[in-house]
């Protein structure tokens, strides 16, 4: 499936469906892409996408919404490796923190350290932890 992109604006998330923008990419299937949040909270986040460009969840259609909840919970099973306690979020608008208007899931391992969300600037993840983390989370054989 295609993606298409915002009407007047270019999205970074259709960019990396269509990969024209470098993603390192966990998951894939015909509605859907998961790949590594590049400012990870904590090793393993994650961010969970339909490939059609839809802002909300209110505007996927009710017929993706099955193929789309399939491909979060494989994601929640590899997340299992890294930790059992993880975070699945969904900020809508603005002012719920969304900053790419594509609609996604974030999964956010926990590892018992204090609330990972705070206001401190968060590190761009490395190629070396990516391959690490994308090695840990593979598709199992």
Same mark, same amino acid.
């Given at each position: 499936?295609?993606?298409?992109?915002?009407?007047?604006?270019?999205?970074?998330?259709?960019?990396?469906?269509?990969?024209?923008?470098?993603?390192?990419?966990?998951?894939?299937?015909?509605?859907?892409?998961?790949?590594?949040?590049?400012? &990870?909270?904590? #090793?393993?986040? =994650?961010?969970?996408?339909?490939?059609?460009?839809?802002? #909300?969840?209110?505007? =996927? &259609?009710?017929?993706?919404?099955? &193929?789309?909840?399939?491909?979060?919970?494989?994601?929640?099973?590899?997340?299992?490796?890294?930790?059992?306690?993880?975070?699945?979020?969904?900020?809508?608008?603005?002012?719920?923190?969304?900053?790419?208007?594509? =609609?996604?899931?974030?999964?956010?391992?926990?590892?018992?350290?204090?609330?990972?969300?705070?206001?401190?600037? #968060?590190?761009?993840?490395?190629?070396?932890?990516? #391959?690490?983390?994308?090695?840990?989370?593979?598709?199992?054989?």
């Amino acid at each position: 499936m295609a993606a298409s992109v915002p009407e007047g604006g270019v999205c970074i998330f259709c960019d990396i469906v269509a990969r024209r923008a470098p993603g390192h990419i966990l998951y894939e299937d015909d509605t859907s892409l998961a790949f590594l949040d590049i400012f &990870p909270f904590t #090793r393993g986040h =994650l961010l969970v996408i339909p490939k059609r460009h839809v802002d #909300r969840i209110t505007d =996927l &259609p009710e017929t993706e919404y099955a &193929p789309f909840l399939h491909a979060l919970a494989v994601l929640c099973r590899r997340v299992d490796r890294l930790s059992t306690h993880y975070n699945v979020a969904l900020n809508q608008g603005a002012l719920a923190g969304q900053i790419v208007f594509h =609609l996604h899931f974030h999964v956010i391992p926990r590892y018992g350290n204090a609330n990972p969300f705070g206001v401190s600037p #968060r590190e761009r993840l490395s190629d070396e932890a990516a #391959r690490s983390i994308v090695a840990d989370l593979a598709e199992a054989p």
